[in-house]
């Protein structure tokens, strides 16, 4: 076991882990954060997505023990005084989801994307995406939310 | 009952792009899947699973599993008191029995064969580590001719592997395409895809010693819960099933599997066992599984799998006469809904054309692979693709223009009855045609490949594909349950027997309920997925939610507002009471439906309706598909995708948008990413995301969509169903624009998935 502290949506937490214990687990089972879901067992879906220091990581491939005082970032924790964060109203203007399972790592991936550039091109956010699985929309609807989103941020 | 269609005016919420009321939960903390469900104490289910495809279980001990740290029970196929499971269709071979977990012999790899429940998914995981079991190998049953040739039996029981048979062919055989001027034929294959719901299967149960509560990851509620009560032999009122939020379906959800009815039979012995147990306290426990998606990509079933015969004849002007459809159906190792695809394949054999003479056979067969079962569209996008090759090779064969040829046989007179059990409603095939090539400028586009083909030194081919289709939606229309009621506050509770699991009926049922009801949207909750709330249902599927549940709350809407009237009228005797745009009047007074909760106080002011449709619906459409193929690497690069879908009325234009994009994407991915494979002895090579073909935003061009609505009779919206459109058309249309760019060398047809090496292999062959 390994004591840890991080910082989890803003705030500080302590916790002590197993040393095999996977950040995605923790963040479910003990922090009982359930928005992001472990959709494959080979990294390759992305519905685990979180910000690790504000970029997007699959949570199913960090060590708990390696966020050590690091800051991470779930979907709970991005809308700030009850304002939605323009990601997520993008998502629901454009349609961006449908049965909703890979929505929390993609809109993580997306803010992760947006923090990194404001003048994506259509085919930058689909390679910017590409780690992220969605069997629902054909992705469309999800390029056009983040590219709306876009916009309101350069607004 | 025949019912006015609606009316509809500028304020109606019908036809406007409405974003999802029910968005808020999925976009801030995320939605709630079974797996989020906080069950009582908590005891976890795994599998030991076939590592091999056909065998014998000579020995099996789980002694060392049963003493592994915290395992709570284990259980073998002899450990099962339930009846053995039925084919469930009576069409199908009745002799091919699967038990709930393998005895004796194994027959795909995934089938489970012990379930261990212990603490902790992974204890549970360890244990299953420590059981010793022992196969004899059997000889894999894997390729369809093998199976149909019945050297190696699936079941001992049964003296062929052959699950299911359909013959609609005339005597004349050998001497049906006589008098054709031309005839084409291929062998084609509709390859197995696995339908990968983002979300696999997940179950939850529990048992109180009288009512047994389930969690259930499914598109049919209500079916599920028959089925458990069924296999489980319990009352009604001791069943609850609960769906949540569901993370896809396709098809996958719609039957409840053995693990599913396992999990719910564990948490009953459990319970009638209890007090034994060194690891857990008493009391309501909570027995779960969530599969991995290694276990769902082998053991949650698999979707199309058809090899085709295609055959048809013709005149030299370009009628097509005659056209054959020989399909031999792949049901991997148990019947079910696979083993009846054909049917549906059959329903929708002539597709969009007046064809006089049309020969239909098809055979199921067992091999030893994971069961098929319905995946988006069923059997149609299979009908679908057969012809649409087949007049893309008549047309090639004839030397004209295939989308001349589509001009020349389309059906235009409505209803027409196929002869092969589809009656078509409505549809204007030609105009569907005309308006998407227009929209492309397909005399252009035909130049602009002509003038590339002639440039020297271009490895670049350009492809244009085409594909018309029409299909069958609510194709068993069975009666659907809605019922809507006023609160005390003036706002509407409604529920539906429907289950949406991605598609929106929260917000499109809204809108039909407020246009009905002259309210607004936002006073008005639809709820779904819960069998103790709702007494009766059927589920999502087929594309049948708009035209079997938002009627039925269409009806239901009109009901409650004639029961009002009803208690007015008692109300204010003599009175001249009537019902306008969401106001009561009374003489000259008006009451809004707040002041009608009011008045009603204590009165239950319900409708209830159970609504079966008279017939299914047929939605049809054009697709045109522009690739560029590099034929030195077999790249294919999809340049432009251009859909028109008519599904008659649309209710919400933005959920509409999604259906069919969502469709398009797994039809495109079909034609070119996805394939599920075995090796000759039944190892499936694709059972994971990292080996199967899984596509990703990259792989996707902007699709472009053009809207049409030819309304149906069949029921007062003119609604037919969106939900598997795109995945039908789309996929010959993208084999038939790699065709065709391909057509200069030579090569008239390549199976799916096309990907780089089978095109590049393709033209190497035909170069050589």
């Known amino acids: 076991m390994t004591e840890l502290s991080f910082i989890l949506n803003g705030g500080e937490v302590k916790i002590s882990v197993d040393d095999?214990?996977?950040?995605?687990?923790?963040?479910r089972d003990k922090f009982n954060l359930k928005a992001l879901n472990v959709g494959c067992d080979t990294s390759s879906c992305g519905a685990c997505t979180v910000l690790l220091n504000g970029v997007g990581v699959k949570s199913c491939t960090v060590l708990a023990q390696q966020v050590e005082s690091q800051e991470v970032e779930t979907l709970e924790g991005l809308s700030k005084d009850g304002e939605l964060h323009p990601v997520q109203?993008?998502?629901?203007?454009?349609?961006?989801?449908?049965?909703?399972?890979?929505?929390?790592?993609?809109?993580?991936?997306?803010?992760?994307?947006?923090?990194?550039?404001?003048?994506?091109?259509?085919?930058?956010?689909?390679?910017?995406?590409?780690?992220?699985?969605?069997?629902?929309?054909?992705?469309?609807?999800?390029?056009?939310?983040?590219?709306?989103?876009?916009?309101?941020i350069n607004k | 009952m025949l019912i006015a269609p609606i009316t509809m005016n500028a304020e109606s919420y019908i036809g406007k792009r409405i974003e999802r009321i029910e968005d808020n939960k999925f976009i801030t903390t995320g939605a709630t899947y079974v797996a989020d469900v906080k069950g009582g104490s908590e005891l976890f289910v795994e599998f030991l699973r076939s590592p091999i495809a056909h065998g014998r279980i000579m020995s099996l001990n789980v002694d060392k599993a049963k003493a592994s740290p915290g395992v709570e029970a284990i259980y073998c196929s002899e450990d099962i008191t339930l009846v053995d499971i039925n084919p469930p269709i009576p069409l199908?071979?009745?002799?091919?029995?699967?038990?709930?977990?393998?005895?004796?012999?194994?027959r795909f790899v995934g089938e489970p064969i012990v379930l261990v429940v212990a603490n902790s998914a992974r204890n549970a995981l360890k244990a299953i580590e420590e059981i010793e079991i022992e196969f004899e190998d059997l000889e894999a049953v894997v390729s369809l001719d093998d199976s149909f040739k019945g050297e190696v039996l699936l079941f001992d029981e049964s003296e062929s592997n052959v699950m299911f048979r359909s013959d609609f062919t005339s005597e004349?055989?050998?001497?049906?395409?006589?008098?054709?001027?031309?005839?084409?034929?291929?062998?084609?294959?509709?390859?197995?895809?696995?339908?990968c719901?983002?979300?696999?299967?997940?179950?939850?149960?529990?048992?109180?010693?009288?009512?047994?509560?389930?969690?259930?990851?499914?598109?049919?509620?209500?079916?599920?819960?028959?089925?458990?009560?069924?296999?489980?032999?319990l009352e009604s009122e001791n069943v609850h099933v609960i769906a949540p939020d569901v993370g896809g379906g396709f098809g996958a959800k719609i039957g409840t599997y053995p693990e599913e009815i396992l999990v719910a039979y564990v948490a009953i012995a459990l319970v009638e066992s209890d007090g034994e147990s060194p690891n857990t306290p008493k009391g309501l426990k909570s027995v779960r599984w969530s599969e991995s998606r290694n276990e769902s990509m082998i053991s949650l079933g698999h979707g199309r799998g058809q090899r085709q015969r295609i055959e048809i004849g013709g005149t030299k002007e370009g009628r097509i006469t005659h056209y054959?459809?020989?399909?031999?159906?792949?049901?991997?190792?148990?019947?079910?809904?696979?083993?009846?695809?054909?049917?549906?394949?059959?329903?929708?054999?002539?597709?969009?054309?007046?064809?006089?003479?049309?020969?239909?056979?098809?055979?199921?067969?067992?091999?030893?692979?994971?069961?098929?079962?319905?995946?988006?569209?069923?059997?149609?996008?299979?009908?679908t693709y057969a012809i649409e090759r087949a007049v893309e090779l008549f047309a090639r064969k004839a030397g004209l223009d295939p989308a001349d040829v589509r001009r020349k046989n389309f059906i235009s007179e409505f209803p027409y009855d196929t002869g092969f059990g589809s009656v078509y409603d409505s549809g204007a095939y030609l105009t569907a045609l005309e308006k998407v090539l227009d929209?492309?400028?397909?005399?252009?586009?035909?130049?602009?490949?002509?003038?590339?083909?002639?440039?020297?030194?271009?490895?670049?081919?350009?492809?244009?594909g085409i594909s018309s289709y029409v299909e069958v939606t609510h194709g068993f229309p069975a009666s659907e349950f809605g019922s809507v009621k006023l609160n005390s506050d003036g706002t509407i509770f409604a529920t539906s027997?429907?289950?949406?699991?991605?598609?929106?009926?929260?917000?499109?049922?809204a809108q039909i309920i407020a246009d009905e009801l002259g309210l607004s949207l936002e006073k008005i909750e639809v709820f779904f997925g819960d069998t103790d709330i709702i007494p009766r249902g059927v589920g999502t599927f087929g594309s049948r939610s708009v035209q079997s549940g938002g009627v039925a709350l269409s009806r239901a809407s009109k009901g409650l507002i004639d029961k009002t009237l009803d208690l007015m009228k008692s109300e204010f005797l003599d009175s001249s009471v009537f019902f306008e745009s969401g106001w009561f009047f009374v003489d000259d007074r008006k009451f809004s439906w707040e002041d009608i909760a009011r008045l009603a106080g204590s009165s239950n002011l319900e409708c209830q309706v159970d609504y079966a449709a008279d017939s299914p619906t047929f939605p049809f459409g054009a697709h045109v598909c522009i690739v560029e193929v590099d034929v030195e690497t077999g790249v294919v690069v999809i340049k432009r995708v251009v859909a028109l879908d008519d599904a008659g009325r649309i209710i919400n234009r933005l959920l509409a948008d999604g259906q069919v994009f969502g469709g398009l994407a797994q039809g495109i991915s079909q034609a070119l990413y996805e394939e599920v494979i075995y090796d000759e002895n039944g190892n499936p090579l694709t059972s994971t995301f990292a080996d199967y073909g899984i596509p990703s935003a990259t792989e996707f061009t902007k699709f472009e969509r053009l809207e049409m609505e030819t309304l149906t009779t069949v029921n007062e919206l003119g609604a037919k169903g969106i939900g598997e459109s795109g995945t039908i058309g789309i996929t010959p249309c993208v084999v038939n624009a790699v065709c065709d760019a391909l057509s200069h060398l030579g090569i008239d047809h390549i199976d799916m998935p096309l990907t780089p090496f089978k095109v590049y292999s393709a033209i190497r062959e035909r170069s050589s």
């Open chain 2, 197 to 233: 719901p983002l979300e696999g299967r997940s179950a939850m149960a529990s048992f109180d010693g009288e009512k047994l509560t389930v969690h259930l990851s499914t598109q049919a509620p209500h079916s599920a819960k028959s089925t458990l009560l069924k296999v489980l032999g």
């Open chain 2, 324 to 383: 054959r459809l020989s399909v031999m159906q792949d049901g991997g190792a148990y019947p079910m809904m696979g083993a009846f695809l054909p049917f549906f394949t059959r329903r929708m054999v002539k597709g969009c054309y007046d064809i006089q003479k049309v020969d239909f056979m098809a055979v199921s067969v067992a091999t030893n692979t994971t069961p098929v079962v319905a995946y988006r569209g069923a059997g149609r996008p299979e009908a």
């Open chain 1, 89 to 152: 109203k993008a998502f629901k203007e454009k349609h961006g989801l449908q049965c909703g399972f890979c929505t929390p790592g993609m809109i993580m991936q997306g803010v992760s994307l947006l923090n990194g550039s404001n003048e994506l091109s259509e085919s930058e956010i689909r390679i910017g995406i590409e780690g992220n699985i969605c069997r629902c929309t054909g992705y469309q609807t999800i390029v056009d939310a983040l590219l709306l989103a876009q916009c309101e």
């Open chain 1, 20 to 27: 095999n214990e996977l950040l995605c687990d923790v963040i």
């Open chain 2, 172 to 195: 004349d055989g050998d001497r049906f395409f006589d008098g054709c001027d031309v005839f084409a034929a291929e062998t084609i294959v509709n390859s197995r895809v696995a339908p």
């Open chain 2, 497 to 509: 027997g429907t289950f949406p699991h991605g598609q929106g009926h929260g917000t499109t049922f």
């Open chain 2, 92 to 106: 199908l071979n009745a002799k091919m029995v699967r038990p709930y977990l393998a005895r004796d012999r194994v």
């Open chain 2, 439 to 464: 929209y492309v400028d397909y005399k252009s586009l035909r130049a602009e490949q002509r003038k590339m083909r002639n440039m020297k030194d271009s490895n670049k081919s350009l492809g244009i």
